[in-house]
């Protein structure tokens, strides 16, 4: 079962004299940070907090929390992450899903071939690349709708079209 928050971002250090703080998206949209209010800093939601200001700069995005109005305040999240419930979660597109529900995953071809454990997803440009590491050493599948035949978030299994795998994978030992 995917935990029930997601991190959308890191916080990185104090910014000025007030509170504010900047913080690292982890997100794709860092201006999911605009229209975002209620926040967690815990993955079990016991530290829900509000977000009073938010701006996105070109490399960051800076943040204030409500009651956290100096910089002592500030520093002492320093390395959190910020949470939002799935529930406040941006919708996703059909046959899409969070990269955090798709690391785990294991990956099987259509001829019951074992790819391991999906370890990372990488974003070049065009298209994502799932890496998988396992018997087959790492293995890089481009997630294109020809070579991901299905991704079942709850078995936690990806499961991937063997002649698409073979004509477009990478395998590095």
Known sequence: MPDPYL???????PRGVAGEMKVKPLTDDPNRFLNVKNVYLSLDGSLPARVAFAR?????VAVRLEGVTDRDQAEKLRGKLIYVSRADAVALPEDANFIVDLIGCRGMDDRGRDFGTLVDVMQPGGNDVYVFQGPLGEVLVPALKRVVLSVDIDEKVVRLDSQAVDETCVFED
Do not use: F, M, T, Y
């Open 7 to 13: 991190a959308i971002g890191e916080i990185l250090r």
């Open 56 to 60: 996105v700069d070109p490399d960051s």
